[in-house]
Nanobody, 116 residues
Framework: QGRLVESGGGLVQPGGSLRLSCTAF????????ANWYRQPPGKRREWAAS???????NYADFVKGRFIISRDDAKNTVNLQMNNLKPEDTAVYYC??????????WGQGTQVTVSS
């Protein structure tokens, strides 16, 4: 019955930046690795970034050097700072925790559109 609620998406020009946020409601957030995924139009969902409870980050190659994942356990949030956005970054972005009562469902995601 956990919920993950994404926000912060929008329309941005190529080269611009956006900051996405995800708030977790449910099982203790601080003990789980948190992830960001994205789903471009017509494609399958793909993993983008993760951050462990200890703050260790990992990134997919297509975002490395441009995106930064962070977390604030006091606020039960995970964030994704997206810089130097490209048209191919256009996608619905989702956060995900594989554990506790977050396993069963995905949030609705937040739309990011990169276009001039």
């Amino acid at each position: 019955q956990g919920r993950l609620v994404e926000s912060g998406g929008g329309l941005v020009q190529p080269g611009g930046s956006l900051r996405l946020s995800c708030t977790a409601f449910g099982s203790t957030f601080s003990i789980y690795t948190a992830n960001w995924y994205r789903q471009p139009p017509g494609k399958r969902r793909e993993w983008a970034a993760s951050i462990t409870p200890g703050g260790v980050t990992n990134y997919a190659d297509f975002v490395k050097g441009r995106f930064i994942i962070s977390r604030d356990d006091a606020k039960n949030t995970v964030n994704l700072q997206m810089n130097n956005l490209k048209p191919e970054d256009t996608a619905v972005y989702y956060c995900k925790i594989w554990g506790g009562d977050y396993d069963g469902t995905w949030g609705q995601g937040t739309q990011v559109t990169v276009s001039s």
